[in-house]
């Protein structure tokens, strides 16, 4: 098995877990605390990830930047992802959040050159599809 498909199972499984859990903190605290242990946590990890390459950052301003950027969307999106399961089944909001691939797959295809299938575009399609079934 090649080893980007492992790794792909594996944050499979992590983020069903994280997409998961929240609705069971939220009971207990508001969405607000709970989006600052969750950063808190995300620290521990970010740790452990700089002790294991020593200490050793790789520095380009473009790609520091990007970084930033990136951490700063991820974490609205994980604002606007615990107050919709604390108003709405996390079932439904899970499912409607998760398809956020294929605004990566058009990014991806608009700003990077890379291809898309027929097949992929087909899947979108049913993906959209299925969130209005699910929804209504």
Not at 22 to 45: C, N
Not at 96 to 106: D, E, F, K, N, Q
Request: glycine share 8%; proline share 3%; aromatic share 16%.
């Amino acid at each position: 098995m090649k080893d980007w498909f492992v790794q792909s199972l594996g944050a499979l499984f992590l983020w069903g877990l994280w997409s998961f859990i929240p609705k069971i903190s939220i009971r207990y605290i508001d969405p607000k605390t709970a989006f600052i242990f969750e950063i808190l946590g995300a620290f521990f990890v970010a740790f452990y990830v700089l002790v294991s390459i020593d200490f050793n950052l790789s520095f380009s301003l473009l790609g520091i930047a990007l970084s930033i950027i990136t951490g700063i969307v991820g974490s609205i999106g994980v604002i606007f992802f615990l107050n919709a399961i604390s108003k709405g089944p996390v079932s439904l909001v899970t499912v409607i959040s998760s398809l956020y691939p294929a605004i990566t797959l058009v990014l991806a295809f608009v700003f990077l050159n890379e291809s898309v299938s027929l097949k992929q575009l087909v899947g979108i399609a049913l993906g959209v599809f299925a969130i209005a079934l699910i929804v209504s």
